[in-house]
Structures are given as C-alpha cells and as structure tokens.
C-alpha cells in the first residue's frame, strides 16, 4: 500500500504558539519548540519529522495559517 | 525532509487572499481560521473581485486587514443594514457580513432580523464565542447561564439578566431564509465541514435565492480565561449543547429546530 | 420646454430625486415627511429609471443602507423628520468620517421629543454643528420654496461628491407640506460610468483593495485624518449661498431661512412700504455659513435679528459674524407654532424703536 510521506513548514515569526495545531496532530509529529520567536511565542515545530503524513490537520486548525504542508507518495 | 518540501508536493498552503497583515487576535482564536476559510472559498471560486465584505464592531473590527477583498465598516450591529445597501447597488456581487454575537444578536437584533426576512441575497457570518472579546470579556446575549464574564462575575443570572438565547434558530423561521447552519472550526472534521457550508452558502448566493446564514460557535479563550486547548474542550462540553452543531434549514426548509 | 407642476415640497424632492437620477433612496415613515417615501413608492422608479427604493426597518437601518450604498459610489438619499435624524446620527457621523457622499433630508417638526408634528427650525443645531458625535460638519442646505426644494436634491448631490461629505437638506413641515408650483428638471438617465477608484466594487488584481471605514486606531493617523476634515469643511466656504433682499441700503436686517424667510420676506414688504429700510439676509447654506456677507452687513446696518422658529441658534452664529459691531437680537416662535409677519414686525419695531 502506498504510504505518504509529509512534511510541514511553519512560518515562525508570525506562530502564536497557540498549540491547536499539536493537538489536532494525529501522528504526534508536531512539538512546541523550547525556543521562542520575536514575539516571545514558543513556536511549533516537527518534533518527529518521520511520523508526519502530510494530512493538513495541522493547517487547517491553525487560526494564523502560519502552516504550509507537502506530501509525497511513497511504495 | 528538503526532498519533500518542494512545489510539486505542495498539498496545504495559506491563501494567497489572506493578507500577510498579523492577525489581530489572540494565540488559538477561532476568528483566524474563519477568516482564513472564507477566503479560501473565495479563491476557490474565483470571485474576489466580485466579493465585498462588511467589517463589524468587535474583535474582527479589522477584519478588512486580513481578507484581502473590499471591505466596508459598519456601525456596531448595523451590517445587515450595511450589506443590504451594498448587494441592492450591486445585485450581482457577493457581499457578506461577518459579525459577533454582541453585533449581531444584542445591538443589531433589528437588523438581523430585518435582513434575514427580507431575504436579502447576501451572507451573513456570526462567530458565536459567547461573550464580548473586544471590550474585554462582558455578557453577551449568548453566555451560557452560569458563565462567568467581567459583567456576569458571579456567573450569569437567567432570573435577573435573561437566558441566552438562539437567534440562529430562530432566523431559521423566516421565511427569508434558505440556509441556515451552525458549524465550529477548533477541530480538522469541523473545518473541512465548515468550509464546506461557506461554499454552500456563497452559492447559494450566487443563484440569489435568499439569505444564507452561518453560525461559527468560537472559544475565547481570554475572555473565558482558559488556554485555546482548554477552551476548545470547554466549547465542545458546555457550547455545543446548547448550541448544537448541525443544519437547521437547508434549501429553505427547516431540518432540525 | 418647462414642465411645471404643483406639488407639496416633500413630493418636490421625491420627484426631482427620480429626474436626475438618483441610485437609492432608503427611508422609514414618520410626518410630516412620510410624502417622500410615498410619493417614491408610487411612482415605481426601479421602472422608470431604476433607482432602488427601501422601506427599512427603522431610520437607524435606513441610514446604515445609505452608508453601505455610498460606498459603492452611486447616488444614495433618505429622509426623515426630527426624532428619526436624532435616530440617525449614528450613521451620520460614521457616514461623514468615511467620508461618503449621500443626501439626507430633514422635514423638521417641533420638538424635544416626540414633539408635535408641527414645522419647526429647532434642529438647526444638529444640524449645522455635527450632530452625532465627533469633529464633523454636514453641508447644509435650506430651502425656502417647493422649487428650491426640487432644485437641492441635484445641488445637493453635487456638492455630495465634489466634497466626498453627507450633505443635509434642512427644511420643514410647512415646506414639506405646502404645494407651489415647481418647474421640475428634464429627466435624466442614472449615471452608469463614474469614478470607481475609491469605491467598493470588488477588488480586481491591478488595485488594492478598497475599504470604506472611520476608524483609525492609530491616534497619528486619526489626528491627520480629522486635519483633513477640517481642512475639507473650510474649503467648502467657496460654496456659500445666499440670497439679499432689500440689502442695498437696508439699515436694519433680518437674517432668517427657509420657512422663517418667507415670513421675513413679507415683513421686509411691509416695512419698506412704510418706508423703512429693513432687509433681509436668507442663508440658502447654513453650513458653509454667510458669515462674511453678514460681517460686511454689519458694517452698513444699525442692528441685526435673526428670526427662527427656535429658541435662538443661528442667532449665534449670526452674533459670531457681527462680532459685537452691532446689536444683534432674536426673535423666535417655539414648538411647531409659527409667526405672523406682523409678530416680527412688531419685535422689530422693539428693537429697533426710533429707527424704523
């Protein structure tokens, strides 16, 4: 069965570390990073970079659309 | 990673019809992700140029920041009034009101109503978060009885400040009305459905066949003190059963209430 | 070839809107200008020439529909009577920091309150001074006949547009409700091609997007934006209208518009038949104000009075012009009753005792 690879790219100047997006991730791919942003946020960030399938969840939920998602198929 | 994060395998990015403003709101805000759909089901369409929004008086004030599409500003609660200007000058574009519960269910009630019985060919978006965000966190005509707000400290009083109460349901009386829906955006089913019902009421629209109206219930998470996870588990729990997702009136004829 | 007709005033504005081809009018019944909406609602504009015509739920909506219409850069008007501008000042203050052009029309009827339904000058305050809350002015425009009442809805527009600013049309029940012959203006088609750069049409790619607002959190930005303001409502001077009767070699002068002049205009016969030099100044525009003309006034005459069917308030604007130079005195009629021109006679008379 062909299985997909994704990954995410956060904006991380404009993430509010809201942290809806780590909780809405269903492969627990997505952490809050120990750093902060200019704003002084904790931004998200792929903590398990190899779990993520690329579903969108993650963007889709994020209030500030600071996520851009892309997905490969895999054999 | 770099092998996958290319254009080819691009699969979710945030519209172009977005501003690259910052979002006003605060971390974890339902009014982003509203805001963010809408304009996707703009751009999906391929109406921006034909698309005016009406701004209200409350959090999403400057919503013409972020929504990249003309916009007027309306008066606390008079978008409905606003709008139906606008859409009688120019019947063929797409107007739409995005308003919040103070706007649209206490000060602009007449207006609401008016609108919505007319049939005004426009589309109305209310985010219910049950309380005024803006001004910083007073009752609202929707806070569920018992909450607590900074007008309703002790909790809300049904006796002595009157219950809340459902205007959704009941513009879905009139016979103004053709689509009348509630619908959440803090979980991924919920956004893809919600997007799903701005697609539905912007065609609706475009045949002219009435008012379509969407309901969003929202967290505020500051005015409910809460963190946005917290306040979206306190939404499911307490919001949703007063204010139940779901239809109520789909091609003008009641579903449910 | 003239077209007269004989019509009450508020039927006047009702027509001569559809002649030159208004976009929309949104209204809300109260007397005594209830005619106007009426009168639309007859005559089926939407096929005559297509305007829009709305009865909306309440003034409060029908001034917001104004608001939302202007934007759009078409031709939009109400009318109301006191109490239902009261209700409209809200949209009127947000209509003129959004800086749009519409019409409004106040047949004004005696208040406070609710009033009577009698004609009255009482709103003049509200009117000329801003009326709602914030630094603004309206372009107010005072008719003093059925004809005049027809001819201000195209003047009215113009100076609409020319300015980007609401303009008001002040008059009364007794206007609104009396018939004169009026030559209405030739009808013209609604105006389909004008300037789209500042209104909300939907935003195409070779422009950013419009947005009609008044609200600029910016203190820097808002203080610049009520700058221009008033900037804006000075220049609007040049657009001062006003009509002299027997000012030439007047010694005394009346000052009075609208209902109130055509009283004066008697008064000013009978005295001069008595051989007495009274004049009369009748503002046409309350704002821009004749201030100038008043002050070069004073200069010729021994005293002023300002007649209103108020308690006194273009009296002070009047006192304002003179600056002391001469006396200047009111004399006024209250509560929707109005005066006889041998009241204001006799007050002048009093006033002016060993002049005339």
Redesign the interface.
Known sequence: MAKARGAIVVDIERCKGCQVCMVNCPTDTIGMAVEVNGKGYHYAYMENPESCTGCTNCAVVCPDGVITVYRVKQN | ?K????EE???????PL?TDA??S?????????IH?LIMEVVEEMG??????G??PVGCA??A?DFM????????HG?AP??????????PD??VFTYQGDGDLAAIGT??T??ACNRGENITIFFVNNGIYGMTGGQMAPTTLEGMKSSTSPYGRNNETMGPPYKITELIAQLSGTYYVTRQA????GP??KAKKAIRKALEIQKEKKGISFIEFVSNCNSGWKM???DS?IWMEEHMFPFYPMGDIKVDGKLVKG | MKELALMKGNEAIAEAAIRIGVDAYFGYPITPQSEVLEYLTLQRPEERTGMVILQAESEVAAINMVYGAAGTGKRAMTSSSSPGISLMQEGISYIAGAELPCLIVNVVRGGPGLGTIQPSQADYFQSTKGGGHGDYRLIVLAPASVQEMADYVELGFDLAFKYRNPVLILTDGLIGQMMEKVELPPQKARIEEFDQSWVITGKTPDRERNIITSLNLDPDLQYEHNLKLQEKYRSMNEDVMFERIGCDDAEFLLVAYGSSARICQKVVDIARGRGKKLGLLRPQTLFPFPTDEIARLSRQVKGIMSVELSAGQMVEDVKLAVNGKVPVYHYGMLGGKIHSPEDVLSAVEDKFIGGL
Request: aromatic fraction near 8%; charge should be positive; hydrophobic fraction near 40%.
């Open positions: 990673m092998e996958i994060t290319r395998n691009l699969v979710y990015r945030r519209t977005m910052t979002l709101y605060c971390p974890g805000c339902g009014h982003g992700t963010r109406i921006q140029s034909e698309t005016i009406v701004a004030v400057l013409y990249d599409v003309d916009f007027s500003q309306a008066a008079r009034a606003v709008a139906t200007g606008i859409k009688r000058l120019w574009k797409f007449a207006e109503i008016h955006v803090h979980k991924p956004v893809r963190t946005p996870n979206n």
